[in-house]
């Protein structure tokens, strides 16, 4: 396919720049596997899931991986940290008017400094005079995605971030899971609906765009996923039982699916344990574990709009896309969200 086949027109209006009000308040447009529509509010959510279904969350941790420093010649340079590689090192996205060399020095406030040991494909490898996570923790930003017009705010490092996050990593929020609060959770709970956990740290590449016309010919960015044994034990276990696997967000159905991936390429069965993933998910992939999908609304020509699309049908998800601007959902990270449901190979 082409990248055009996943464009669109979206008005700027329909951008969230802020959260809902609360936590929770999006709307929710339910998209049945016949491609049947319907608008309801994110509290619905649970009179869409059945007893014995398992959701399937990220649980990692926005770090606020962008700083600001200068070089030894003075000059003013902008980082974003796209992957914590060690206690003292990190890969990043470097902004500066000429990029600083191997063997040159970064300077940031509070006397942390940042060697440049090397650059690999357009990142460039830091070590940090401070463990990283303790230096982004004392300097650094939020890094809010480029879309969002303001600069970050109070509100923004709480509702940024989601009511479960646990494992510090992410440079980008796991979206779909902000719409969920604690009393949503215990609701769930209570209604037989179990939740499990996968890691997944969101790398900056998630924003970069697809350069090319011939999507096949589409490079991912790799990300690190972990799948503890407790979760890979309660996807057996809702499998036995007739239940449905729930990804909460793109982030958990990638990760599951590539250890499904993985698996299969050792003729073994699905596997707790760390790996990495560049699994880019297009129409035609035939799904292994995840049979609905929550998630947010994508870009045009992202390869998030590309995954839903393989997920639910490419005219399903146009269709469910132009509903959604004629309806004046709210797009992207702040935004409202989908329940999908999987449509049954051809």
Known sequence: MQLADFDFDLPEALIAQLPPAVRGGSRLLHVE?????HDRRFGDLPALLRPND??????????????????????????????????????????????????SRIHLSEGITLDVLARQDGLTQL???????????????????PYIGHAPTADDEARYQTVY????????????????DSAMLDALRDQGIRTAQVTLHV??????????????????HSERYTIPQATVDAIC??????????????TSLRALEAAALAAAAQAGEL??????????????????VVDALITN?????????????????????????????AERYRFFSYGDAMFLEKRPPA
């Open 165 to 180: 996050a646990n494992e510090p990593g992410a440079v980008a929020a796991p979206t779909a899971g902000l719409h969920f």
């Open 127 to 145: 070590r940090f005079s401070r463990p990283v996570l303790q230096a982004l923790d004392q300097l650094g930003q939020l890094p809010l995605p």
């Open 271 to 288: 596997h707790a344990g760390a790996s990495e993933t560049d699994i880019f998910i297009t129409p035609g992939y035939r799904f292994q």
């Open 33 to 37: 596997a016949s491609g049947t529509l």
């Open 203 to 220: 790398g900056a590449g998630t924003f970069l765009p697809v350069r090319v016309d011939n999507i096949a010919d589409h490079k991912m």
């Open 54 to 103: 398992l959701l399937v969350m990220n649980d990692t941790r926005v770090i606020k991986a962008r700083l600001f420093g200068t070089k030894d010649s003075g000059g003013r340079v902008e980082l974003l940290v796209e992957r914590v590689t060690g206690e003292f090192d990190a890969l990043a996205f470097i902004r500066a008017s000429h990029a600083p060399k191997p063997g």
């Open 237 to 250: 276990e809702t499998r036995a039982r007739g239940g449905r696997v729930v990804a909460v967000g793109t």
């Open 297 to 325: 609304f994508h870009l045009p020509k992202s390869t998030l709009l590309m995954l839903v699309s393989a997920f639910a049908g490419v005219d399903t998800i146009r269709a469910a896309y132009a509903h959604a601007i």
